[in-house]
């Protein structure tokens, strides 16, 4: 990596002060409490260890409190007992046949698969009943066995037990639409019995009356909002308040309802392709100008590297380049084409 990209500070390991201490120490952290924190914090706990699980929304749950929650279990206990087959080998091929349809191949060691995707599917096999099992036996997730529910694909010939693998949570609804929110209801009322240590956010209200603090004294000592300019220009008078030291912040309310809008980073335009000469001519690998040959604009270097240096910082400097190599091709000496060099 080349030396002048700056370490970013929050990369760095924090040292804690001479008055600071953790303020908790266990064996286990795991962040989010979704569909797949809170059986791996249950796992954990159930070997033993002190498990903190960080959830950042005001509950647990996330994505999976939406989902109907059907889980699929190759193999599992129930099918066995149904007598219905579905041997390693069958699973794998229809994983294969699927995953990698531009690749399957019966007769590879892997079944077109790399290494690493078929040792997946065979940990998925192996791992995935006893872990349903396991959960039901704790009681922190007891599950209905769909016997009839089949396969996406089950019609592929590949599919070897194309029904049976399905389960869902045992108290969700006909419908199954409340699948998630019953099995994130028992995974966590088990985690709470089995003392997994369970912090959940309580940010947004710290975060209203901070902010309101900061904007009260209008200077915004976490993010600087409002100190230049340029943020002025974009951002400022919230409202009409003469007087007001800081235009682009406004106490919010105490209450809600409140909206949000993310505000993310996007891409402008970009500044990557060959370097060019003050005249915009396109460079060689030896720096050498390529004749004939002129770059301006988001197909070439620029200077800039990672600045924007001010509003119509790539358009004032494509204008000047095009000037300057327009004049530069002008004073080229008139080349003869190939077909005039026969004819000549
Ligand atoms: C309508 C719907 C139906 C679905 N039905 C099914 C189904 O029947 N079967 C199925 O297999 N899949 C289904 N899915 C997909 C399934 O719900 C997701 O694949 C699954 O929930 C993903 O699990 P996860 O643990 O990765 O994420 P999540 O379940 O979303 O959990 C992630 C958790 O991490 C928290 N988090 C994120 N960032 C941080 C942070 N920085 N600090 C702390 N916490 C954090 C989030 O708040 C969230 O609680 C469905 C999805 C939808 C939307």
């Given at each position: 990596m080349s030396s002048d990209v700056a370490?970013?500070?929050?990369?760095?390991?924090?040292?804690l002060g001479a008055d600071e201490d953790f303020d908790v120490e266990v064996d286990i952290i795991v962040v989010g409490g979704g569909a797949s924190g809170l059986p791996a914090a249950l796992f954990s706990r159930w070997l033993d260890n002190q498990v903190l699980l960080l959830e950042k929304a005001p509950e647990l749950g996330g994505t999976a409190n939406k989902a109907a929650f059907w889980y699929w279990v190759p193999n599992n206990e129930r099918m066995r007992e149904l007598g219905l087959q579905d041997d390693e080998s069958g699973f794998l091929r229809y994983c294969a046949r699927l995953s990698v349809p531009h690749a399957y191949d019966r007769e590879s060691p892997t079944l077109g698969m790399a290494r690493w995707e078929y040792d997946a599917c065979r940990a998925i096999y192996e791992s995935a009943s006893p872990a349903a099992e396991l959960l039901a036996k704790r009681d922190a997730l007891p599950y209905r066995h769909c016997e009839a529910v089949p396969d996406y694909w089950s019609e592929l010939p590949?599919?070897?037990?194309?029904?049976?693998?399905?389960?869902?949570?045992?108290?969700?609804?006909?419908?199954?639409?409340?699948?998630?929110?019953?099995g994130i209801r028992t995974m966590s009322a088990a985690a709470?019995?089995?003392?997994?240590?369970?912090?959940?956010?309580?940010?947004?209200?710290?975060?209203?009356?901070?902010?309101?603090?900061?904007?009260?004294?209008?200077?915004?000592?976490?993010?600087?909002?409002?100190?230049?300019?340029?943020?002025?220009?974009?951002?400022?008078?919230?409202?009409?308040?003469?007087?007001?030291?800081?235009?682009?912040?406004?106490?919010?309310?105490?209450?809600?309802?409140?909206?949000?809008?993310?505000?993310?980073?996007?891409?402008?335009?970009?500044?990557?392709?060959?370097?060019?000469s003050v005249d915009a001519q396109v460079l060689d690998d030896l720096d050498q100008p390529i004749p004939g040959l002129y770059g301006i604009g988001n197909c070439v270097a620029s200077a800039s590297r990672r600045a924007y240096w001010a509003g119509g910082a790539t358009i004032g400097p494509m204008i000047?380049?095009?000037?300057?190599?327009?004049?530069?091709?002008?004073?080229?000496?008139?080349?003869?084409?190939?077909?005039?060099g026969v004819h000549a």
């Open positions: 370490k970013r500070e929050s990369a760095a390991p924090r040292q590949e599919d070897a037990a194309p029904k049976g693998r399905v389960f869902v949570p045992r108290d969700a609804r006909e419908s199954m639409s409340d699948g998630g929110i019953n709470r019995r089995d003392g997994v240590d369970i912090r959940l956010a309580a940010n947004l209200q710290a975060s209203v009356v901070r902010f309101n603090e900061l904007a009260r004294t209008g200077v915004d000592a976490d993010f600087g909002r409002g100190e230049r300019a340029v943020q002025q220009l974009f951002n400022g008078d919230v409202r009409e308040e003469p007087g007001r030291t800081n235009p682009t912040m406004w106490p919010l309310s105490d209450v809600g309802p409140y909206y949000a809008a993310l505000v993310t980073g996007g891409t402008l335009d970009t500044k990557g392709g060959p370097k060019t000047a380049f095009a000037y300057r190599a327009a004049q530069a091709a002008d004073g080229e000496p008139i080349k003869q084409t190939a077909t005039q």
